[in-house]
């Protein structure tokens, strides 16, 4: 049997998970089960990360299996800033309670989280952590499951220029929780500014869909039926030349998910629609706290 080589902050993070989060923990009736789960760029320690809807999201949600596909803190912006609010604690406390009550656990570090990356291979507070991982799925399809930031150009080769366009990123992001707090004040749903924005301008839209094509691509040379990845901070599905290739989105601007169903079905979560779904419907009882 194989060796699991453990951080030295391990009984650390036991004792986190013991404590209690600053939002509890809730669930309305049965939690929707899923084979599997993938969630990535989160962006922790950022203003921009919606922590709110990814809570909530956690709360009504379970998985046999979940993957962290990268950018789950952003290291970038804590090296200038740093800012973490209770309701990022309570997503960690999330995360680290699936782990203790048997949801295995694969962590694949981003750019933004590069610093774990360095920890790859071993395992802390019961989360592997793992440069990228191949999944089967239900229906037996083997999927390359990465990051994606590996064939990101500018990531690569003009890492300044990143930085550079991670700052005009955080203006929008600003402008976004203006927007919001507006349609709030209406009763309005969540709407992602720079998710439209991105759909609109043309260079956004081709930097995409050549992103897409290349993670395919490499995804195909390696001999597999697929691949997921995060990074780009869309959520979609294509078949391209062959490879089924899907994105799980982010949980700052889209608020999305990838998830797997029991029989190897693939589905794309956007979970302020069903959130707008759930308080549309009068038959949904109110939320109780969890046992």
Known sequence: MATITRLPFDGELADFVTSQPAVPERTVGERN??????ISDIHLGTRGCNAGMLIDFLD????????????????????????????????????LKRAKRGTRMIYIPGNHDEMFRQFTGLHFGGVEIVRRAIHETADGRRLLVLHGDEFDAITLSHKWLAHLGDVAYEGMMTLNRWVNAWRRTFNMPYWSLSKHAKAKVKNAVEFISNFEEIVAKAAGARGVDGVIAGHIHTADYRRIDGIDYYNDGDWVEGCTALVEHFDGRMEILHWADEMAKRDADPAVPADRAAA
């Open 33 to 38: 089960q899923y084979r599997t789960i993938w």
């Open 60 to 95: 009504h949600v379970d998985s046999e299996t979940m993957y962290l596909v990268g950018d789950i803190i952003d290291g970038w912006k804590m090296r200038r800033k740093f800012y973490w609010p209770e309701a990022h604690n309570d997503i960690v406390w999330r995360l």
